[in-house]
């Protein structure tokens, strides 16, 4: 794919000299859309996230820490699977100039069912395999791999993949047009539809189908309010051959970037479940747990709120706009996240211990050393920029070699000192990316030393703060 957007942003020298100087107006729509937007989003990530986690605080008490480990599997292959199939079907609705057109609409939908299918048969697929495997013994009795309830686990999580395939496009044309409202009160809705099933189901039965029935039912509501709720005309079957030919030009990088990202963000489950028993694996992803939601939510809040922004500032051809909006975003993002870097570093343990019983305690160490990713999860704002000038490549790449890092890095450290020293691979294995990082934003004119360097002290902030709560909490 043609790299479009180099000339143009390169034009210009440094964010800090034009921007007092530029009249901004023009664009005003686009910040009080962005910043409403934001808003939602920002209300949506607490909210939504509290709710998650005090339904795992109770079914953690509900629940033995096996199960946790098992869904970890269960999850794992799921995402697995839709990452190696995901050809930005959302991202490219929302960066093409097509993205309202009806033809081009019910062809993202078509390929979209279609999709859905091939992941509920591929899964159906693996849990045979799983079951076979477990008939003839080739997995240790301690590891997780080898639980009983695995295949079937895995063969209904997969059915959510046939639901999420029928979503209607008008979602996506919602988060386009920054509609943040009703995308936002859709997610709650699915979300208390499943925590509610995943409630009542877990306190009569104690059972992992607790948790693979509130996936299924939050598939299946969000997925009838995006047809219902809702404008838009309803989505019909079609097979448009430019619209595909655009799907193919668009997704082609992307579909690379996710087939090698999924080893990256998923590799630590894929080795752990090999060498942890499901107690301990459940253990790690309380740990995961806390700090994923945490990156989620802000990975969820970019890609709602500053690949719209920057896609139309894009369209537009208003490169002094996309630098500034970049420059906004890159600042809120990198304050928050190395803050949080800091903070969860020093006080982790505690909050484990605050959370959860003595079974969890070991998940606190796990996520101090995980919260080092947060240095590197900052720049997600660079690769929703990279998309939205059509930078696809580049984004495989930075995926390429997150995977070759973590499968190089893990299987290494698991033989050295077992999974404590694995751990810190898991934490480290995204830092080589930032030689691309830097590669890129310097070639698009989005790199500024200065910018980067005055922020940094944002980590030793938050140890500060962290230290201080450590102080009060031994205190009180």
Same mark, same amino acid.
Request: aromatic residues 10%; proline residues 3%; positive net charge.
């Given at each position: 794919?043609?790299?479009? /957007? ?24 686009? &910040? ?33 820490? *096996? ?25 490219? #609705? ?41 008939? %003839?013994?080739?997995?240790?009795? *301690? ?20 639901? =999420? ?26 979300? %208390? ?42 989505? $019909?079957?079609?097979?448009? $051959?430019?619209?595909?030919? *655009? ?6 990088? #992307? ?27 459940? @253990? ?17 809040? @970019? ?17 002094? &706009? ?12 990198? %304050? ?65 070699? $997150? ?17 404590? =020293? ?22 698009? /004119? ?5 910018? *980067? ?9 938050? #140890? ?13």
């Amino acid at each position: 794919m043609p790299d479009c /957007g180099y000339s143009n942003l390169r034009t210009t020298e440094s964010g800090i000299d034009v921007m007092p100087s530029i009249d901004l107006s023009p664009s005003l729509s686009l &910040r009080k859309r962005a910043i409403f937007a934001g808003a939602w989003n920002l209300g949506a990530l607490v909210t939504s996230q509290a709710i998650r986690l005090g339904g795992n605080l109770i079914m953690a008490r509900l629940l033995m820490p *096996e199960m946790f480990g098992i869904m970890v599997i269960a999850t794992t292959v799921s995402v697995v699977l839709h990452l190696l199939s995901d050809a930005g079907l959302r991202q490219n #609705i929302i960066q093409s100039p097509r993205g309202d057109d009806p033809v081009f609409l019910n062809t993202v939908w078509t390929v979209q069912i279609v999709r859905g299918f091939v992941l509920f048969v591929s899964t159906l697929l693996i849990a045979g395999f799983a079951w076979f495997a477990q008939t %003839i013994n080739l997995w240790s009795p *301690e590891s997780t791999y080898a639980a009983p309830e695995l295949p079937l686990v895995l063969a209904l999580t997969g059915f959510s993949a046939v639901l =999420y395939g029928l979503q209607s496009t008008k979602v996506d044309v919602a988060v386009r047009a920054f509609q943040q409202k009703k995308v936002v009160l859709a997610e709650f809705a699915s979300q %208390i539809s499943g925590l509610l099933v995943m409630l009542v189901i877990g306190y009569f039965t104690r059972s992992i189908w607790s948790l693979v029935g509130a996936g299924l039912v939050a598939a299946l509501v969000s997925t009838l309010l995006g047809h219902i709720w809702f404008q838009g005309p309803p989505n $019909r079957l079609l097979w448009d $051959r430019t619209a595909l030919k *655009e799907l193919v030009v668009f997704g082609r990088w #992307i579909l690379l970037s996710s087939a090698v990202g999924v080893l990256a963000m998923n590799g630590d489950r894929i080795w752990f479940g090999g060498s942890m028993s499901a107690a301990e694996l459940g @253990v790690y992803s309380i740990a995961v747990l806390i700090l994923g939601a945490f990156a989620l939510g802000v990975q969820r809040l @970019v890609g709602a709120v500053a690949l719209p922004a920057f896609s139309e500032a894009t369209r537009n051809n208003d490169t002094v &706009r996309f630098r500034a909006l970049y420059y906004r975003f890159r600042l809120i993002i990198d %304050i928050a996240l190395l803050f949080a870097c800091g903070l969860f570093w020093t006080i982790s343990p505690l909050i484990i211990h605050w959370l959860y019983d003595e079974r969890y305690a070991e998940a606190g160490n796990m996520m101090a050393v995980l919260s080092l990713s947060f240095f590197t999860l900052r720049y997600t704002v660079s690769h929703q920029a990279w998309l939205a000038q059509g930078l696809t490549k580049f984004q495989a790449m930075d995926n390429i070699i $997150r995977a070759l890092s973590l499968w190089v890095l893990l299987p290494l450290l698991l033989a050295i000192g077992g999974v404590k =020293y694995a751990i810190w691979g898991v934490a480290l294995h995204t830092f080589p990316t930032l030689v691309l990082i830097v590669y890129v934003n310097r070639r698009i /004119g989005l790199f500024d030393l200065k910018r *980067e360097l005055a922020v940094l002290p944002m980590v030793l902030v938050g #140890i500060g703060c962290g230290e201080l709560v450590l102080g009060i909490a031994k205190w009180l």
